[in-house]
């Protein structure tokens, strides 16, 4: 049995860069060399003479919160406040990086349990103060940012949710389990493994994301064709609004009417703090098995994934990516350009007991060579599930070095995949302009449709921020002028507001907006979050 993530609680990451301080190794120099031939390197260290806001709240209100959950536990020092401003997209590493700390929390506030959750979401309603829950900080969508000027509010806590990390039970006869939101992926799942069991989801986050963070951002993972997407993963919530307590779930599917848990899920930190989250879990897989497929064209691989997709075929791990991803392969940058890196590259990983696992298996390379595919042995499979954590670190290092780099999702009906990937991609290269290479991959398939996942390569210039957020906003447009969804899994935020109304519509928006005002009269969870 293998595991190729960490079990391990990684460290606390630095404000301005991804992960753990210890893989931050700088781009090796044979890569270095290849990225200097496509962009020009310049070296753009981040700021560390950085000031933070002095804290909007009183010394009354700091002793209010000290009385809740005692005097460790209200933390003012820059250092943390630093590290709890904003989340981890690229724009929120570049404010960080040129010390724009506009967006911090007055204080954070780190809660062991439920009840005081409940008592601190009651204190800042009496003293009209901003609650942004802090799960771990992975957001890449603005979504642990607030607006104060939304309400007459007098200031920003960040509700830290670190200290509320157990697994509360598990029901074997039910396969469920019930685990507190702050509990990161590698920690939820040491603690299922202690039971031979295991949750499955698997984002590129992983490392550092918490299970309130998935449920309340709807999170999609790298396994989701063979264990789903988190939500659907979700049996039942307890959730502390100002309104009151709120428990969903009392059985696994029923006919109540509509199904409330769905509110609740994607709620990003809008209608109340998740503070346990009841998971279906499964058997620890025996045997894990990737490999890589070759494709003439993304559009033949698009289709063999439909195929497999609209048979029930599916594997635990499936991802195509673009003849442009392909030849820079993520995975193995090094290769960039051999002629092992030409056409499509598609991963399947199959996991779970030995029999079923080879009987997939056989079914799916049966299926997948009579559409075509040509098979690339495991190498090209287990180099994915080596390397599915780092791409992060390979960001900071462009980073570092003067090279913008970021990532977008979208999600559309089979019949509509190319008309997106077309729009979507022009809009980043006419925006972008010269020197910018879009990579792309198909990253959750349905039976019908699938996900698209853009990661984006640009010259960052003097003001790489200001080169991305235009090119954002072409992107987000050409999603909607194609019909497709604004977010498949990195959820709205405050970065997608804008375009939900064209997908929802006004009606859609006002019922977000009445469930807002049941939960949260004085709109203190997040605000600015999510509704428009
Ligand atoms: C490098 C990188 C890779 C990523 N890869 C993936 C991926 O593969 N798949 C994917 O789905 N996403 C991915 N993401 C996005 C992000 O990791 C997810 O949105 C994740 O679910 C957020 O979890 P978190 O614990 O970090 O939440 P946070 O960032 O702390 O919070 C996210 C939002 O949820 C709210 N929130 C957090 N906890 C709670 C709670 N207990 N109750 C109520 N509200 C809460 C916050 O207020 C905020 O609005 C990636 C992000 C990065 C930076």
């Known amino acids: 049995m293998t595991t190729e993530y960490p079990t391990s609680l990684q460290p606390e990451m630095p404000a ?18 290849l990225v200097s031939l496509v962009f020009p390197i310049a070296d753009r260290p981040a700021r560390e003479d950085v000031t933070v806001p002095a804290p909007r709240l009183g010394d009354e209100q700091i002793a209010g919160l000290r009385g809740i959950v ?31 700390l506009s967006d911090a929390p007055d204080v954070v506030v780190r809660p062991a349990s439920h009840d005081e959750v409940v008592a601190v979401l009651g204190y800042a309603q009496e003293q009209r103060i901003a609650v942004v829950p802090f799960g771990g900080g992975t957001a890449v969508t603005g979504g642990l940012v607030a607006d104060l000027a939304s309400g007459d509010l007098t200031g920003m806590l960040s509700l830290d949710l670190g200290r509320m990390r157990g697994l509360l039970g598990i029901d ?68 502390a609004t100002p309104a009151g307590e709120v428990r969903l779930g009392a059985s696994p599917s029923n006919a109540s009417g ?47 994934m439909r195929a497999l997709a609209q048979s029930d075929l599916l594997p635990t791990v499936l991802r195509l990516s673009d003849e442009n991803e392909t030849m820079i392969n993520l995975a193995d940058p090094s290769g960039i350009g051999g002629e092992g890196n030409a056409g499509c590259l598609m991963i399947t990983g199959y996991e779970g007991t030995p029999a079923a696992v080879a009987a997939k298996k056989a079914a799916v390379t049966a299926a997948l060579t009579e559409l075509g595919g040509t098979p ?49 991609k022009t809009a980043l290269e006419e925006t972008l302009g010269e020197g910018t290479l879009v990579l792309c991959h198909v990253s959750h398939v349905y039976a019908t449709g699938c996900s698209l996942y853009f990661t984006v390569a640009a ?25 497709a969804s604004i ?12 375009y939900l109304t064209a997908e929802i519509g006004e009606v859609g928006v006002d019922v977000l907006r009445a469930v807002k005002r049941a939960v949260d009269p004085a709109g203190i969870l997040n605000p600015g979050v999510l509704i428009p």
């Open 16 to 33: 301005t860069r991804w992960g753990d301080p210890a893989y931050a190794t700088g781009l090796p120099d044979g890569v270095r060399d």
């Open 70 to 100: 005692g005097d460790d536990h209200v933390v003012l020092d820059d250092a943390t406040r630093r590290r709890r401003t904003r989340g981890k997209s690229t724009p929120d590493l570049l404010r960080q990086r040129s010390g724009d």
């Open 172 to 239: 074997t006869v039910s396969s469920t389990a019930t685990l507190e939101p702050g509990l990161r992926g590698p920690e939820a799942e040491a603690l299922l493994a202690a039971h031979g069991l295991m949750l499955g989801h698997f984002p590129q986050s992983f490392e550092y994301a918490t299970i309130g963070g998935f449920a309340a951002t709807r999170s999609s993972g790298q396994s989701s064709a063979g264990y789903g997407r988190f939500d659907k993963m979700v049996v039942a919530l307890r959730v």
């Open 258 to 304: 509509p199904d409330l848990r769905e509110i609740f899920l994607g709620s990003e930190g809008a209608f109340g703090v998740i503070t346990e989250v009841t998971v279906r879990v499964r058997p620890l897989p025996e045997v894990k098995e990737y490999e890589g497929w070759r494709w003439s064209s993304f559009a033949a691989g698009a289709d063999a």
């Open 376 to 424: 690339a042995g495991s190498e090209p499979g287990e180099a994915w599930a080596h390397g599915r954590f780092n791409a992060p670190y390979l960001r900071d290092s462009l980073l570092d070095n003067g090279v913008l780099v970021e990532t977008l999702e979208t999600v559309t009906f089979w019949s509509n995949r190319e008309n997106l990937y077309t729009r979507v």
């Open 459 to 483: 010259p960052g210039g003097e003001d790489p921020l200001a080169k991305w957020l235009p090119a954002k906003a072409a992107a987000c447009e050409a999603i909607v002028a194609a019909g």
């Open 487 to 498: 977010t498949h899994h990195h959820a709205v935020g405050t970065d997608h507001k804008p």
